[in-house]
Nanobody
């Protein structure tokens, strides 16, 4: 089993910055990718940013140019630097660790409990 612990959420004003961190209970080298998702009540959980084991990154269009995902293998940490925050970024952010199986049915996903980000206008 894998535990993911997020931190760094909070209440900020628009255009401010926040840095979210996610610490994994085992080496992040074990995962094919790690990422940050967010989910508002009544909506599907959506990808915010992802980094693969090879270092490639993906971002949601809504955060490109504002958010940056990074990792630190030494501390098993994945971080999300969020700049120029907007009120519409308000929601709970979840850390994800993904292991790809030989086929998708064997994929495994691990989730943290989430951290709340609130951006006031």
């Amino acid at each position: 089993q894998v535990q993911l612990v997020e931190s760094g959420g909070g209440l900020v004003q628009a255009v401010a910055s926040l840095r979210l961190s996610c610490v994994a209970s085992r080496s992040i080298n074990n995962f094919n990718s790690m990422g940050w998702y967010r989910q508002t009540p009544g909506s599907q959980r959506e990808l915010v940013a992802r980094i693969t084991s090879g270092g490639s990154t993906d971002y949601a269009d809504s955060v490109k140019g504002r958010f940056t995902i990074s990792r630190d293998r030494a501390t098993n940490t994945v971080s999300l630097e969020m700049n120029s925050l907007k009120p519409e970024d308000t929601t709970i952010y979840y850390c994800n660790a993904h292991i790809s199986g030989l086929s998708s049915q064997y994929d495994r996903d691990y989730w943290g409990l989430g951290t709340q980000v609130t951006v006031s206008s």
